[in-house]
């Protein structure tokens, strides 16, 4: 898994540094190419983790469970961080 995650932060990097250059040079149509493409590949990639992660929900009631007790713990410190800070919270406008 940390090497999937590596190679897609590696990737976005990538993306977004020939994004910048392109932008540097004056290349707008290029680089809004570039990051289209880059928004493609990630859509893919996306659907593909998607369809991993049902897939493991599905056949492992460890990772189920795990995956469950994240979510909660997840939304919990969402939910207080935007009680601390309010307006200032990145979480302040989530859905629950």
């Keep these: 898994m940390k090497k999937e995650v590596c190679r897609n932060a590696f990737d976005w ?3 977004q540094e ?3 250059n ?10 809004q190419s570039a990051a289209a493409l880059g928004n ?27 995956f469950t007790e994240f979510n909660q713990a997840n939304r919990a410190y969402k939910e207080a961080h935007a009680r601390e800070f309010g307006s ?9």
Excluded at 42 to 58: A, F, G, S
């Design 13 to 15: 990097r990538i993306r």
């Design 18 to 20: 020939a994004v910048s």
């Design 22 to 31: 392109e932008i540097i040079s004056g290349n707008m149509s290029t680089a």
């Design 40 to 66: 493609i590949e990630q859509r893919e990639k996306q659907e593909e983790l998607l369809i991993t992660i049902n897939t493991l929900l599905e056949t492992h009631p460890e990772f189920s469970e795990t």
């Design 88 to 96: 200032l919270s990145m979480h302040a406008d989530e859905e629950n």
